[in-house]
């Protein structure tokens, strides 16, 4: 492997920032070497030597062309693309308080500097007058310009120079905002502990979550039980406990993170965050900010994601009103003279699905260790793309609890190394994600990548086995099909790398890959029994896969509700005018006649998808479109008539996994598929097909 040079020298020597190359295996981070105060004077020198390389380049006296302004712009910024690396992965991952003042500060440098970059006129002046055709450019050439120039205009490149001040203050007021907004909701999600005080207490609760809540006790260095409001801990709380006070108190505190009040109350940095967007879109000459994010996408404008939206939507809410009749009667049977709420339909969901499927999430969990599944994550990877992977024990790491295999390709031939954080813990935030810490590319040598996926299972007591659910094991896998586009990525130059493609098709590589967790052929030969190595009966795994499309009604409807209001609230002009967030929630989810027994997903004072940075801003809509192409890619492999067709599997590999921005994604998905998908394998998969 080669490591393309990416050292700071101006720094002090005992910085680990100022080496050239890290002399860890697989010039890993040297973790155990990088403290907090590092950082400030790492990023200040990879700025410096960043914004050096840029003038360089903009102020050059040959003619612009390819070599000396598009692909040395791709070769500038390497010290910063590290420094950066390693220190956001940490801030989501494994932060403290010393990290979170330097997130708040670099921030909106980092973004002043982007803005710096995007808004020079020189630059983009030679940036402009590149020309393919004069250059004879190949097709990755091509495509590479093409997307600097479709950035240099989002970013406000062709506006006046007073626009341009303002869409360089916007930035960097984003930026501030969105650490804010992320620093605040992991403040709320780490200070509440709703303690299990006694046998009572712990009513309902089946032998392992018993074990996660006394393993997150003892975490935190309390005794006994406690649950929190890791995903891990709370949505099986709300399952199993049959003390509905308990069950309120919890949810309460899930569904109010971000809005309790004081200095972490997030509904007025939202206020701001949409008005910004707003200002930022109107000075772009776009109608509105989800105009603006969707002229860049697959589904090219937000009518186009609404009608998506709008024709799950029907179907979803008449099954979920179902769904709700029959939950309403159970607790009606058991005498309950209540209403179903929020807080209950967990709960009893899990009757149901006992009395109709005769399952037993504790009994499912048995064989689906951690380990079981992440081998086969691996193996359904060897299956399809011919991978191996090895595990190693004496590398750099950021935690304990990480662990990391080297990957390569059946010759032998090195791809990448996979680290995987899998467990829950409070210095990192909720949810589960996939990021890097060195990307593919061929431009400055043979760079092979280093990929993360981080999750939030619950960690097993001492001596025990991590044992997983269903839903975590499809995260699990999920992540991983993230990973594997990460990993399999086979460009020259970096802008196109990996996951840096649309956003809503960034979703199809993991969402895809969920399919195969839920395939006999795998379940057989990894759902394993943790204790005695026995496979899971075959009358349980007929029962847990005609169990796939259970509650789908409410899954669809919480999933689609949050996506409905974060596209309204990015058409709407209401940010100009001081929002009120969750008065503009209510009023949204009045419109479609939102079900009062179900929640949003992620409610606006905790939708850190939306309000984190601008990744999904107007773009949560993309894991239903997504789910459109994934649902209709796997219906290639069942054609085929063998899910691990090795000619479906080398289209797949080509044209999605490895191809990262090569291609515009319906030019990618057509010469994998042949066709362009139709919606009809997603109502299916769902179970809302008429």
Partial sequence: MIQATAGLPALDAENPFSQDVWSTPYALPPFERIRPEHYRPAFDAAIAAHEAEVAAIAGASEPPRFANTVAAMERAGLALDRVAGVFYNLTGSHTNPELQAIEREIGPKLARHGSAIYLNAELWARISAVDPEAEGLGEEERRVLARYRTRFRRAGADLAPEAKARMAEIAARLSELGTRFSQNLLADESAFVLPLANEDDLAGLPPFLRAAAASAAQERGLSGHVITLSRSLIEPFLVFS?????????????????????????????????????????LLGYESFAHYKLDDTMAASPE????????????????????????????????????????????????????????????????????????????????LFGLRFE???????????????????????????????YFARASKRSGAWMSAFRSQERLTGTVTPIIVN?????????????????????????EFGHALHGLLSDVTYPLLAGTAVSGDFVELPSQLYEHWLEQPEVLRAHARHHRTGEPMPEDLLKKL???????????????????????????????????DVL????????????????????????FAHIFSGDGYAAGYYSYLWSEVLDADAFDAFKEAGDIFDPE????????????????????????????????GPLLRKRGLAA
Avoid: C
């Fill in 545 to 579: 896969l005609a169990a796939r499309t259970f509650n789908q009604g409410f899954a669809t409807v919480e999933y689609t509700a949050s996506a409905i209001v974060d596209m309204t609230l990015h058409l709407s002009a209401e940010g100009e005018r001081g929002l």
């Fill in 648 to 679: 479906t599997a080398k289209r797949l590999r080509t044209y999605v996994y490895g191809a990262g921005n090569l291609r515009d994604p319906r030019e990618a998905y057509t010469l994998f598929r042949g066709r362009l998908p139709t919606t």
């Fill in 242 to 282: 049959t003390r509905r006070d308990l069950r309120e108190r919890a949810y309460e505190a899930w569904i109010r993170r971000g809005e309790t009040g004081g200095e972490t109350d997030n509904r007025a940095i939202i206020r701001e965050i949409v008005q910004l967007r707003a200002e930022r879109a109107r």
């Fill in 583 to 606: 008065a503009f929630e209510t009023e949204a989810l009045n419109r479609i006649a939102m079900p009062g027994e179900i929640g949003m997903r992620h409610r606006s004072p905790h």
């Fill in 454 to 478: 981080v999750m939030n299972f619950a960690k097993a007591p001492p001596g025990e086995v991590p044992l997983l659910s269903f839903d975590d094991a499809r995260t699990l896998f999920h």
């Fill in 304 to 383: 186009a994601a609404t009608a998506l939206l709008s024709e799950v939507w029907a179907p979803a809410q008449k099954r979920a009103g179902q769904e709700r009749e029959r939950l309403q009667e159970i607790v009606a049977r058991e005498g309950g003279n209540f209403a179903l709420q929020a807080h209950d339909w967990r709960h009893y969901a899990e009757k149901l699905r006992r009395a109709e499927h005769d399952l037993d999430e504790g009994e499912i969990k048995a064989y689906l260790p951690l380990d079981g599944m992440i081998q086969a994550a691996f193996d359904t990877a060897s299956r």
């Fill in 391 to 421: 595990e190693l024990q004496d590398v750099p790491r950021y935690h304990p609890d990480v662990r990391a295999w080297r990957v390569s390709n059946a010759d032998g031939s090195e791809v990448g190394l996979f680290l995987g954080d």
